[in-house]
C-alpha cells in the first residue's frame, strides 16, 4: 500500500549541551491506525532538529513497531544528569538507530494477517540526543504477557501505552513506562545512569490488593508532587501512584480523554485535578479532584461519554481556573457560569500580556469574551496545519524562546517545514520562565503521549495570582 509521511507530535530537549533546545520530531505515515483498526501501517519516524533547521539523525522503528497515536510514547529528558538530553521508546526487532544500526534481529516479522504486533520480543531503547546512537536497549516492561488480560483478545487494548518523566527520589528524574488503561494496569519506573537501565518498581493492577487500580487510566497522564513530599507522583487518569510504585489511590470512576493537573483553586491547599470520563453510567461525567487524595470536590452526572475538557483560567470575575465540558462552563468552585463555553476543548495557551489564557485549536488562538460569552480569534497561522485527527493539537506547545508566554510549533499543511510561532504582544507582568516550574516542565517531556494535553504550572497561573514561587533550579 503506498503511504506518505507528514510531521506529527514533537518534544523538546538540549541534546547537545549547547543551552539550545533541539525539536525531537515524529513522523506518521497516512496509513497509521487507531488500536481499534486492523491493517499494517508504515514505519515510524523520529527525526532530530536544530532550531535553524539543521537535522541532526533519523531514528527508523521498523516493521515491527505499528505507527498511530497509541503505541510510540517518546520520552526527550536529560535522564542521567549529563547535561545532554536523551531519548527513550520503545523499540522492537528492526528498529534501525541514528548511526544505521539495527537494535535486534533486522529481518524478524511479527505482524500478524491483521498487521498487528502480538509476539515476539519488545525492547525499551535509550538513544544519545546528539547522535540518536542506541545507548542501552533492555527488554521492554510492561510486558505483554496474554493480550487477553488487558480488555480484548484482538490486540487493542493490549499496546495502549502511555510514558513520563518523574523525580520519584525529589532529586534525579525517573523514566516512567506503562501499558493498559481499560483492564489491566501496569507502571514501571527506570533510571538511568551511568550508561544502564536499572527497573525501579512495578505498580501491577493484577497484583493483589491492588484490583482498585484497573480499569481506571486515561489517554493521558501527568506528573507532580501532589502530596508535598518532594517527590513526584504519577496521576493515572482516575487513579494515583505514589513515588515508591504504590498505589495512592483510585476514584473509581474510570477512563476517560482529557485531563488537567495543576493548582486549578488557588483559594485551597495543594493542587487539583479535572478530568472527564468515558463511561456513561458513571457517577459523573466531569469531576474535580484533590490531587492527593482523590476526594471528589465536585463532579457533574452527563449520562454519555463526555470526550473532551478543558481547564484554564479565562474569567477574571471568578477566582481559580474555569473548567468546561460537555458544552457547559463552570469555575473552579463548581458553580456554572451562564449558559456557554468556549468550543476549543482541546489546548490552552499563554499568549496574549494578561494573566488569562487563551484557547488553541487547529492553527487558530482565540480569546474568550467571558462578557458576551463568545471566543474572539486573536491568530489564524495561514498555511499551518495541527494534527491528530479531531484532536487538533499543535506539533509542539510550550514556553521555547525564554518570556513565560508560551510558543506554538505548527507543521506547515504540506510537512515541509515546522514553523515557530511566538507573542508580538507586550506584557506588564514578569514571571519566571515555565520551563524551569517542574509540573510544567515534566508536563512538556509528556505532552507528545497518546491524547495530548496543555501543559499547566504548579502554581496558579491567572488573574489575581500570588507571587509566583522561585523555582528551585539549577544550570549545569
Not at 192 to 197: I, P, S, T
Not at 246 to 260: E, F, I, N, Q, R
Not at 440 to 449: E, H, K, M, P, T
Request: charged share 25%; aromatic share 10%.
Amino acid at each position: 500500500e503506498a503511504y506518505t509521511y507528514s510531521a506529527n507530535d514533537a518534544s523538546v530537549g538540549d541534546v547537545d549541551g549547547d543551552g539550545q533546545y533541539e525539536l525531537i520530531l515524529k513522523w506518521d505515515p497516512s496509513n497509521s491506525k487507531d488500536n481499534s483498526q486492523d491493517g499494517y501501517t508504515g514505519d515510524v519516524l523520529i527525526d532530530a532538529y536544530k532550531l535553524d533547521g539543521t537535522k541532526l539523525w533519523r531514528i527508523n522503528l521498523g516493521k515491527n513497531i505499528r505507527a498511530g497515536a497509541h503505541y510510540t510514547q517518546f520520552m526527550v529528558y536529560d535522564l542521567d544528569g549529563d547535561g545532554k538530553a536523551e531519548v527513550a521508546m520503545k523499540t522492537a526487532d528492526g528498529t534501525k538507530d541514528g548511526t544505521g544500526k539495527v537494535i535486534g534481529n533486522a529481518n524478524a516479522d511479527y505482524r500478524n494477517e491483521q498487521g498487528r504486533v502480538l509476539s515476539g520480543p519488545e525492547y525499551l531503547t535509550v538513544f544519545q540526543g546528539s547522535t540518536g546512537k542506541e545507548l542501552v536497549t533492555a527488554n521492554f516492561e510492561p510486558a505483554r504477557g496474554n493480550v487477553s488480560d488487558w480488555g480484548d483478545s484482538y490486540g487493542n487494548r493490549v499496546d495502549r501505552f502511555l510514558a513520563g518523566i518523574a523525580y520519584l527520589d525529589g532529586q534525579r528524574p525517573s523514566l516512567i513506562m506503562t501499558r493498559g488503561y481499560y483492564a489491566k494496569t501496569m507502571l514501571v519506573a527506570y533510571n538511568f545512569r551511568d550508561g544502564k537501565l536499572s527497573k525501579l518498581w512495578t505498580l501491577d493492577s493484577s497484583k493483589s490488593g491492588n484490583e482498585a487500580f484497573a480499569g481506571q487510566g486515561n489517554h493521558n497522564l501527568s506528573i507532580a508532587d501532589v502530596d508535598g513530599d518532594g517527590k513526584d507522583e504519577i496521576i493515572f487518569g482516575s487513579m494515583a501512584g505514589d513515588h515508591d510504585g504504590k498505589g495512592m489511590y483510585s476514584t473509581g470512576l474510570g477512563h476517560g480523554d482529557a485531563l488537567h493537573t495543576g493548582d486549578l483553586d488557588p483559594g485551597r491547599p495543594g493542587l487539583e485535578v479535572f478530568q472527564v470520563h468515558e463511561d456513561k453510567n458513571a457517577k459523573y461525567g466531569l469531576s474535580f479532584r484533590d490531587a492527593a487524595t482523590g476526594k471528589i470536590l465536585w463532579g457533574v452526572y452527563a449520562g454519555k461519554d463526555v470526550g473532551r475538557g478543558m481547564a484554564a483560567d479565562i474569567d477574571p470575575r471568578y477566582p481559580g481556573q474555569e473548567v468546561w465540558a460537555n458544552g457547559s462552563l463552570y469555575s473552579a468552585k463548581g458553580v456554572k457560569i451562564g449558559s456557554g463555553a468556549p468550543s476549543s476543548t482541546n489546548f490552552g495557551i499563554w499568549w496574549d500580556g494578561d494573566l488569562l489564557r487563551e484557547q488553541l485549536d487547529s492553527n487558530r488562538i482565540d480569546k474568550w469574551d467571558y462578557q458576551n460569552g463568545v471566543s474572539k480569534n486573536v491568530l489564524t497561522a495561514s498555511g499551518a496545519a495541527a494534527n491528530n485527527g479531531t484532536k487538533a493539537t499543535p506539533t509542539l506547545q510550550a514556553d521555547l524562546l525564554g518570556d513565560w508566554r508560551e510558543e506554538v510549533v505548527w507543521r506547515a499543511e504540506d510537512s515541509s517545514a515546522l514553523r515557530i510561532y511566538t507573542t508580538t504582544i507586550p506584557t506588564e507582568h514578569r514571571l519566571y520562565t515555565l520551563m524551569h516550574d517542574p509540573v510544567y516542565r515534566l508536563g512538556i517531556a509528556w505532552q507528545n503521549v497518546a491524547y495530548n494535553q496543555p501543559p499547566h504550572t504548579s502554581f496558579f497561573l491567572g488573574d489575581g495570582m500570588a507571587e509566583q514561587p522561585k523555582p528551585n533550579m539549577y544550570t549545569p
